[in-house]
């Protein structure tokens, strides 16, 4: 590092610092006549990548539309919760690697179903499907030929094996009933006992028969 103030080419760092994403360090000049101190900072330069698209148009890769993508085809399969990630960080380092500023998309995908192929079969046509574009169901059926001819377990899927998984296992016992499974008896309605003897009979006033027109004689006869 060439000094600043006497434009000496060499010298010395007497102290080093992390501040945020730089470094920050504080050199002094071997200059005997000089010996001045000054701070530098060094940041990390990454290399710009570029994709390139299949109608010539470039754009700038990005990780997050790749992870997007792969978790698309990956959903809903018995996965790791990291599988996904380290397939992606692997293709991320294979293109920087390369060191080349352009990659078409075609070298991304290929190296995405590469992965996808030994990750999990289902992601893999899910992904062939869209990025391929299968025109007709011959192309998809004989790509599911080539797969079933290597298939092989799915390293990254998770293991359906052991005792929580075996015949006597409690979780595959069914489960016991409860006040909300159990079937209930109807409830029959509460009645009101009734007294089956047999009450007497209410006493019913008897009259002769004329009796009431011989009243009504006399009562005439006296009137006369």
Do not use: W
Not at 77 to 83: C, D, F, V
Not at 154 to 166: I, K, M, R, Y
Not at 199 to 211: D, F, K, L
Request: proline fraction near 8%; include cysteine; charged fraction near 30%.
């Amino acid at each position: 590092m060439r000094c600043p103030f006497c434009g000496f080419d060499d010298s010395k760092v007497v102290d080093s610092r992390d501040v945020d994403e730089t470094i920050r360090r504080r050199r002094e000049c071997l200059n005997p006549d000089c010996a001045a101190r000054f701070t530098t900072y060094e940041r990390v330069q990454s290399v710009a990548l570029y994709v390139v698209k299949k109608g010539g148009r470039r754009e700038e890769f990005s990780r997050e539309k790749l992870l997007a993508g792969v978790r698309t085809a990956c959903e809903k399969r018995p996965l790791a919760p990291t599988a996904v990630e380290k397939l992606v960080d692997d293709i991320e380092h294979v293109l920087y690697q390369a060191n080349e500023p352009e990659v078409p998309t075609s070298v991304i995908g290929e190296l995405v179903m590469d992965r996808l192929r030994a990750l999990d079969p289902s992601a893999y046509v899910r992904f062939a499907s869209v990025y391929r574009q299968f025109t007709d169901l011959a192309e998809l059926q004989a790509e599911l030929e080539s797969l079933a001819a290597a298939a092989q377990p799915a390293a990254a899927q998770l293991p359906l094996s052991g005792p929580e998984f075996s015949a006597t296992s409690p979780r595959l016992r069914p489960a016991a009933p409860t006040s909300r499974t159990r079937t209930r008896r109807p409830v029959r309605p509460v009645q009101t006992p009734v007294d089956l003897r047999r009450a007497p009979a209410p006493a019913i006033e008897r009259r002769e028969v004329g009796s009431g027109k011989r009243e009504a004689e006399g009562k005439q006869a006296s009137n006369e």
